[in-house]
């Protein structure tokens, strides 16, 4: 495979208005130019993604974010702590032309983030501005997190793929607000007490909840119906186990317990588990601390609910 040419194919897709498969290392992405709105049309209508969900801004460097977005001290700090990586932040917009009003679902305000992912570090060098990427699934199916998922769920509207193998991290990045007081609007990687250890507490999400990706009630669902925090699965549903819990049974997120394991294998396990014959998926417990936070947030809106 040479990646040279791949990423000169996918950066020239991209400037002719069209959509490439994109790994990071949080989930693959369905990737397009910012500042097109035809372009980002495509991307909304591939996915079947409601047009008043905002899509995040993937920038190569601080450098660039500080163009299209206003950037506060608690920003600065923040970037400098997570960035690359996966961490997004809800800023005022700076720049409208180059993330256009459709990507930004009308707001006053854009969603940035640089990504770790070499190969999508590659992809935005060569472009030289700014792209959306949401996760490379129909919207509120779950997020792919390898090159053969996205291939099978957007592949057919990508003018070129990146084959960037399993993604690390497995969870959506991120998101913070800082509009006002800093907020937490969706957890993930990044954990609440990494933020607060730099930024100081972090307010309820509601107030800017609209302006943060995956915010729907029901997003990242199999087509399976999923119940959450089970401890006695029924004989006809799919079991995922976590920890001594659900041991034999394949689809174990994490044999050890360990939360990152979980979240690298969350999406990944949910697709196995609808692809079966049974009647339902069934979740064992997952402690809500540290990374736990975001992977009950997901499967929480999975099973079609949030609180």
Same mark, same amino acid.
């Given at each position: 495979?040479?990646?040279?040419? =791949?990423?000169?194919?996918? &950066?020239?897709?991209?400037?002719?208005?069209?959509?490439?498969?994109?790994? *990071? #290392?949080?989930? @693959?992405?369905?990737?397009?130019?910012?500042?097109?709105?035809?372009?980002?049309?495509?991307? @909304? #209508?591939?996915?079947?993604?409601? &047009?008043?969900?905002?899509?995040?801004?993937?920038?190569?460097?601080?450098? !660039?974010?500080?163009?299209?977005? +206003?950037? %506060?001290?608690?920003?600065?700090?923040?970037?400098?702590?997570? +960035?690359?990586?996966?961490? !997004?932040?809800?800023?005022?917009?700076?720049?409208?032309?180059?993330?256009?009003?459709?990507?930004?679902?009308?707001?006053?305000?854009?969603?940035?983030?640089?990504?770790?992912?070499?190969?999508?570090?590659?992809?935005?060098?060569?472009?030289?501005?700014?792209?959306?990427?949401?996760?490379?699934?129909?919207?509120?199916?779950? /997020?792919?997190?390898?090159? &053969? =998922?996205?291939?099978? #769920?957007?592949?057919?509207?990508?003018?070129?793929?990146? %084959?960037?193998?399993?993604?690390?991290?497995?969870?959506? /990045?991120?998101?913070? /607000?800082?509009?006002?007081?800093?907020?937490?609007?969706?957890?993930?990687?990044?954990?609440?007490?990494?933020?607060?250890?730099?930024?100081?507490?972090?307010?309820?999400?509601?107030?800017?909840?609209?302006?943060?990706?995956?915010?729907? *009630?029901?997003?990242?669902?199999?087509?399976?119906?999923?119940?959450?925090?089970?401890?006695?699965?029924?004989?006809?549903?799919? +079991?995922?186990?976590?920890?001594?819990?659900?041991?034999? #049974?394949?689809?174990?997120?994490?044999?050890?317990?360990?939360?990152?394991?979980?979240?690298?294998?969350?999406?990944?396990?949910?697709?196995?588990?609808?692809?079966?014959?049974?009647?339902?998926?069934?979740?064992?417990?997952?402690?809500?601390?540290?990374?736990?936070?975001?992977?009950?947030?997901?499967?929480?809106?999975?099973?079609?609910?949030?609180?």
């Amino acid at each position: 495979m040479d990646k040279a040419a =791949d990423i000169a194919k996918a &950066a020239a897709a991209l400037q002719h208005g069209g959509l490439v498969i994109l790994p *990071t #290392e949080t989930v @693959y992405g369905l990737a397009a130019d910012a500042g097109n709105a035809r372009a980002v049309a495509a991307v @909304y #209508e591939a996915k079947g993604r409601p &047009a008043f969900n905002p899509l995040i801004a993937h920038v190569a460097d601080l450098a !660039t974010a500080r163009r299209i977005a +206003w950037f %506060d001290d608690r920003a600065e700090q923040l970037a400098a702590a997570f +960035w690359p990586g996966p961490m !997004t932040l809800v800023l005022p917009i700076a720049d409208e032309t180059a993330v256009c009003d459709l990507a930004r679902a009308g707001l006053d305000t854009v969603a940035v983030r640089a990504p770790a992912h070499p190969l999508a570090q590659a992809l935005l060098a060569a472009f030289g501005g700014p792209l959306v990427a949401p996760s490379a699934n129909r919207s509120g199916r779950p /997020s792919p997190t390898t090159f &053969a =998922d996205a291939l099978d #769920e957007t592949g057919a509207a990508a003018a070129a793929a990146l %084959d960037g193998g399993p993604c690390v991290i497995g969870l959506e /990045s991120t998101v913070v /607000s800082l509009l006002d007081a800093p907020r937490l609007l969706r957890p993930g990687a990044v954990t609440r007490a990494e933020i607060e250890a730099v930024i100081g507490p972090l307010m309820e999400a509601e107030a800017d909840a609209k302006r943060s990706p995956g915010r729907l *009630t029901r997003h990242y669902a199999p087509n399976l119906p999923l119940r959450l925090n089970v401890t006695e699965p029924r004989p006809d549903e799919v +079991w995922l186990g976590f920890g001594a819990m659900g041991l034999p #049974e394949p689809l174990n997120l994490s044999p050890v317990g360990d939360l990152a394991e979980a979240a690298a294998k969350l999406f990944a396990y949910l697709r196995a588990a609808d692809r079966s014959t049974a009647s339902g998926i069934a979740v064992a417990p997952i402690p809500d601390e540290g990374l736990g936070e975001a992977i009950n947030d997901r499967l929480r809106r999975a099973a079609g609910f949030v609180g």
